[in-house]
């Protein structure tokens, strides 16, 4: 294998995202490093003509499927370092050093929203811990995001990488990563969560969009509990109050009541996608 790092960038029909995302990935990348965009359009591939300015190599996927295009990224990959950035998402300066500093099998990086867009009420995709912590079985349930990930190639190639059945345009849509993390703690691997590796994920949702996305997210919580709960049933024990946890949908009846009608979605959608998720997982056996 050789030194540096590989970095893949999953991506489908969001050229002017991407554009952005590769800005900021090449102001950190050094002569060693590769950059793999894999484009998950069906018909036609408007990644090429983004990507090739700034020197990323292009892989077509040939169907969609985020955890499918993570996977042919990585394989491909000649560097032992292999980090995971999402198309909507800009490292920030320092990047690069801070996610390679740690000699952890796998490292997490802080994500936020960007200094320079406007506050979001419920921002997506963000990490909201601020501290660096170990990401083992004694650590946090919910370290990361993929959006933001540095692995080693050889711990991918353990662990057999992304399951295909979940994330973005497969019917649980979502916890592909935090699926990847629980193999990877259960297989004797341990990770670091570095805020200090930052990046920031572009709100470019609309309020409808992310009513969707909260669907999703819970879809994906549902399929992970399920599967916790046949593989590892102390960490299902631990993940079960945050999906039954009835705080959110207790705000929301005191938001629909007090008349802030558009605030109630998100917590209802999300418990109401777990149940889903769950229900669809284990009749599937994931």
């Given at each position: 294998?050789?030194?540096?790092?590989?970095?893949?960038?999953?991506?489908?029909?969001?050229?002017?995202?991407?554009?952005?995302?590769?800005?900021?990935?090449?102001?950190?990348?050094?002569?060693?490093?590769?950059?793999?965009?894999?484009?998950?359009?069906?018909?036609?591939?408007?990644?090429?003509?983004?990507a090739e300015p700034f020197g990323a190599e292009v892989l077509l996927a040939g169907e969609p499927g985020t955890s499918l295009a993570r996977n042919l990224g990585?394989?491909?990959?000649?560097?032992?370092?292999?980090?995971?950035?999402?198309?909507?998402?800009?490292?920030?300066?320092?990047?690069?050093?801070?996610?390679?500093?740690?000699?952890?099998?796998?490292?997490?990086?802080?994500?936020?929203?960007?200094?320079?867009?406007?506050?979001?009420?419920?921002?997506?995709?963000?990490?909201?811990?601020?501290?660096?912590?170990?990401?083992?079985?004694?650590?946090?349930?919910?370290?990361?995001?993929?959006?933001?990930?540095?692995?080693?190639?050889?711990?991918?190639?353990?662990?057999?990488?992304?399951?295909?059945?979940?994330?973005?345009?497969?019917?649980?849509?979502?916890?592909?990563?935090?699926?990847?993390?629980?193999?990877?703690?259960?297989?004797?691997?341990?990770?670091?969560?570095?805020?200090?590796?930052?990046?920031?994920?572009?709100?470019?949702?609309?309020?409808?969009?992310?009513?969707?996305?909260?669907?999703?997210?819970?879809?994906?919580?549902?399929?992970?509990?399920?599967?916790?709960?046949?593989?590892?049933?102390?960490?299902?024990?631990?993940?079960?109050?945050?999906?039954?946890?009835?705080?959110?949908?207790?705000?929301?009846?005191?938001?629909?009541?007090?008349?802030?009608?558009?605030?109630?979605?998100?917590?209802?959608?999300?418990?109401?996608?777990?149940?889903?998720?769950?229900?669809?997982?284990?009749?599937?056996?994931?």
């Amino acid at each position: 294998m050789a030194d540096g790092l590989t970095v893949v960038v999953p991506t489908r029909d969001r050229p002017e995202l991407l554009r952005r995302c590769l800005t900021a990935l090449r102001a950190e990348l050094t002569d060693g490093d590769r950059l793999v965009v894999v484009d998950s359009s069906p018909a036609r591939h408007p990644a090429r003509p983004v990507a090739e300015p700034f020197g990323a190599e292009v892989l077509l996927a040939g169907e969609p499927g985020t955890s499918l295009a993570r996977n042919l990224g990585w394989r491909a990959a000649t560097t032992e370092q292999v980090a995971f950035v999402d198309d909507d998402v800009l490292v920030a300066p320092g990047w690069r050093a801070a996610l390679l500093r740690s000699d952890a099998d796998f490292v997490l990086g802080g994500v936020d929203e960007h200094p320079d867009d406007s506050p979001r009420e419920r921002p997506v995709s963000v990490v909201e811990r601020t501290a660096a912590v170990p990401v083992d079985r004694e650590g946090p349930l919910d370290p990361g995001i993929a959006g933001n990930l540095r692995v080693r190639r050889t711990v991918l190639a353990d662990v057999g990488g992304f399951d295909e059945r979940l994330g973005p345009a497969s019917f649980f849509a979502s916890a592909e990563d935090l699926d990847l993390f629980d193999r990877m703690v259960a297989a004797g691997h341990v990770g670091w969560y570095e805020p200090s590796a930052l990046a920031w994920h572009v709100q470019w949702r609309d309020e409808r969009q992310s009513l969707r996305l909260h669907w999703a997210y819970g879809k994906g919580m549902g399929a992970r509990l399920a599967r916790l709960a046949r593989t590892d049933r102390r960490r299902a024990r631990l993940l079960l109050p945050q999906v039954l946890r009835l705080g959110g949908v207790a705000t929301a009846v005191t938001e629909v009541r007090s008349g802030q009608r558009r605030h109630w979605g998100p917590p209802v959608v999300w418990r109401l996608g777990a149940l889903a998720g769950f229900v669809v997982a284990v009749a599937r056996r994931l």
